[in-house]
Structures are given as C-alpha cells and as structure tokens.
C-alpha cells in the first residue's frame, strides 16, 4: 500500500503528540504536495486548465503553493476568501456565489483595491445583474461575468434556454462588465453509483456546450467553460474541450468520503483531526473531545469521521464538545490515549480553526499555517471601504 494512503498516528512523533492541545487539524505538506501534482498530471500539466476552489483550506500557505505551480485562476464563495486569494499570488479569482445586495458593492471594491487581478462573479438572476451593475458604476471597475447555469444540482442557475441568451445580451451590454462565459456547479455527479457518474458527468458537458454554441450564435462570444466539482473531476479531465476550466476543491486535502470513489484514488488524505479520549462512561463506551464544534457536521450523525484504531466503532453522540462511540472492544484505550479523527468532510471541518499543525514526513511539526479565510470578514459594508 502506498504510504501516503492512510498516514498512521504512529508516525507522528510522541513528543509532537504531547506538545499539542486536542482537538486540533492536522495537515500533512507532503501529502497535500502529492494531491497537487495528481490534480495537474489528470490534466496533462496544464495549469489553465484549472480553476481549484479555495473553500476547501482556506490556507493562503496552500493558495500560494498553487500558484508557484502555475495555477493562478481560482475560485472561491466568500468575500474574505476573494481577499486571501488576492493577497497571495491568483490573479483571476472567481466568486462562485451569487453578489446581490451588498455583497455586490464588496466584489467591486476588491476589485479597486487590486486592479491587476481580475475579479469575476456569476449572475443567474435580474437582481443580481442590477446590484451589480450599480456596484461596479459607483467603483468605475470592471468584473467579469458568467452566467450561471443550473446543470441539474438544482441549486442556483438558469434553466432555460432562451432566459440565458438574454442574460448574455443584457451582461454584453452593460459598461464595467466582461461577459466571460458559463459556469455549471455538478456537485450531483457525486451523488451517483460508479456506473452512473461518467454518464452524468457527460450529460454536463453536453448540456454547456450545446447552450454555448446557442449563445455565440446569438452573436457573444463564450470564453470559458467552467465545471466540476471533486466526484466529477476526474471523468471532465479525461475529456477536456476547448476553454474548458475545471474546479475541483476538496482533492486537495481529500478526505474519507470522496475517499470512498474509486476514479480518485490517486488522492490522498492530508488533513486529520487530532483528538483523545476523555471518558470511559461504559466498558464499550468511549468519549473523544471531536464535537461537532471540531469536525465538519454536515454529513449524518454516526457518518461524519472515522476515528485511527476504531474505524468499525458507531458513533452514539456527537454534541458541541463530545463525541462517544461504541466498539466491541475498547481494551487500552484509556483517558488521554490520542488518535486521529479522518472527516468525511474536509472543507467544513478546515472552517472551525484559525490555524492547522503541519506535521512532516518525519512526524515532527513543519510549521503553523494560519487558516486565514477562516469566517467572512466584515458583515457591514462600509468598513470595507
């Protein structure tokens, strides 16, 4: 098995392990090294190809790695993550979330405050092409625009047809905006069995290339294609088209429930929480200090990690500080025995921390790397400015 597969607690050194208050993330540098260059080998080397989504570290340590191998056109769904981004190095950053209200007026004034990076966002909606449209007036920027296409996630996005060739005409029209292309988020790709996933993935491709040959022959010209979340980023690699961009996150840190698709087996899991155990409330029972507070939640209670030694333990409780499991057998695991907690769910469990211990290949620590897109940063415009 490769050794990258499923880094051991053992490898981390005891001294290390005694030197770190639990619970506390973890990444690994070589390993988020070895899921970069598996992401650039899928598309051939080539960087434009790339668009990955910051959402999943929200490291700037991680962004500037990206961008030292040459991807510098990323992707983000806040404010505070366009801001990090900037800061480190990408110089074409889309904010994949609708800007409408205020948020409008904070995309544009980032894009004064950086004027040699080029900030877009996407519209699928009359309000936020007119909040927009306003922001980028008052400013005097220009962002990028694509339209926002709804490939069957059923999240946001245009439907029909006919609505996105005006949108096209509309965005085309507008001073400060750069009609840039299309973007579809296919995050239901993951959702299918092994069988289906290529099918569908196909069906996405299909269904952006077909609306863009509408569209250019309504005379505006389509740039860019952008798609792909982590499941169905593999199966676009392998057919790349022209001006095809694609954004994968979650494969940089990769984690257990991507972990279960057999086409990203080349991805490694390279962000772990630590924790230990707290309580002994049964002779089955165990109680980690892994609440809900320090891993991502999202998933179903009893599915959110799995825990180094226990991977066939059930999860009982998982509240704000505690999580219990139960195993058959629970022999040598007392109060302060550490293991490492592997989420199902990288990006959100990132969130919960202000920074991640770096542990090297020698299992000592490589450094402190603050999570500095952490929260959202000012919820009121005007300190913005």
């Not at 056109?73 to 074409?92: I, M, P, Q, S, Y």
Request: charged share 20%; proline share 7%; glycine share 8%.
């Amino acid at each position: 098995m490769n050794s990258l597969q499923n880094p051991p607690l053992a490898q981390i050194a005891p001294d290390v392990l005694r030197r770190i208050c639990s619970p506390a993330l973890l990444f690994f540098p070589e390993r988020i090294t070895a899921n970069i260059q598996s992401m650039m080998r899928m598309v051939g080397y080539d960087p434009a190809r790339l668009r990955p989504h910051v959402k999943t570290h929200k490291c700037g340590k991680i962004v500037r790695q990206l961008v030292n191998e040459g991807i510098t056109r990323h992707k983000c769904a806040t404010l505070r993550e366009a801001e990090v981004l900037a800061e480190n190095g990408a110089t074409d950053i889309l904010l994949a979330y609708p800007a409408v209200g205020p948020l409008a007026i904070g995309l544009a004034r980032l894009a004064a405050k950086w004027p040699k990076v080029l900030f877009s966002t996407v519209i699928d909606s009359p309000t936020g092409w007119a909040d927009l449209s306003n922001a980028v007036r008052d400013t005097r920027v220009q962002l990028g625009i694509f339209l926002e296409i709804d490939v069957g996630h059923g999240r946001t996005g245009v439907s029909e047809l006919d609505f996105a060739v005006e949108f096209a005409r509309m965005i085309s029209s507008i001073p400060g905006f750069r009609f840039r292309g299309l973007h579809g988020y296919d995050g239901h790709v993951g959702s299918g069995s092994p069988e289906e996933r290529p099918v569908l993935a196909a069906r996405v491709r299909e269904h952006l290339t077909s609306w863009k040959q509408v569209i250019e022959r309504a005379g505006f010209p389509v740039e860019t294609l952008i798609m792909a979340g982590s499941p169905s980023f593999p199966h676009h690699a392998a057919h790349l088209l022209p001006g095809m961009e694609l954004s994968p996150g979650t494969v940089v840190l990769h984690d257990r429930g991507y972990g279960k698709h057999a086409e990203l087996s080349c991805f490694v899991p390279a962000v772990a929480v630590l924790t230990r155990v707290i309580g002994r409330p049964t002779e089955n029972r165990l109680t980690f200090d892994c609440g809900s507070k320090a891993i991502a939640c999202d998933q179903p209670a009893g599915a959110r990690l799995v825990l180094e030694g226990l991977e066939n333990a059930r999860g009982v409780l998982h509240n704000e500080e505690h999580l219990v499991v139960e195993a058959d057998s629970t022999e040598g695991w007392v109060v302060g025995k550490p293991t490492l907690a592997w989420p199902v769910h990288a990006c959100p469990t990132s969130a919960w921390y202000d920074e991640a211990i770096a542990i090297d290949a020698s299992g000592n620590i490589a450094g402190i790397w603050p999570i500095d897109a952490r929260g959202r940063g000012s919820r009121i415009i005007e300190l913005l400015a």
